[in-house]
């Protein structure tokens, strides 16, 4: 152990925004529900396919396993802001990577407020 202390230093934001989506998939009738058998896929998809035409550069996007809000799903979060949502169709995806992930303004009606 050193007796100096740390520099600070500046870490480099390697994204804009960074996206990570739930991809758990329980069976259909499993008690705690998953985002995959919500109807996760198509969504990811499609959020997977905006994020690749448009370079992939200021945004990121990674696929998570859970994110403990099971019955809440499907739920992506967007860091650095830690905004959750629960998008349910492929225009909420449009809406949330074109108004928050490339225009900075949150998606105030798919906002989840999730507590522990």
Not at 7 to 27: D, G, I, N, S
Request: aromatic share 10%; proline share 8%; with cysteine.
């Amino acid at each position: 152990m050193s007796d100096t202390p740390e520099e600070e230093f500046e870490l480099p934001q390697l994204y804009k925004r960074h996206v990570f989506a739930c991809f758990t998939q329980r069976p259909p009738n499993h008690p705690r529900g998953s985002c995959g058998s919500l109807g996760a896929q198509p969504l990811w998809d499609r959020l997977g396919k905006r994020v690749e035409a448009d370079g992939g550069g200021e945004i990121g996007f990674t696929s998570a396993g859970c994110m403990g809000f099971c019955s809440a799903g499907p739920l992506m979060v967007v860091y650095p802001e830690g905004v959750w949502y629960r998008p349910t169709t492929t225009e909420d995806i449009d809406e949330i990577y074109d108004s928050h992930l490339k225009g900075g303004k949150r998606v105030d009606r798919l906002v989840m407020i999730l507590s522990r």
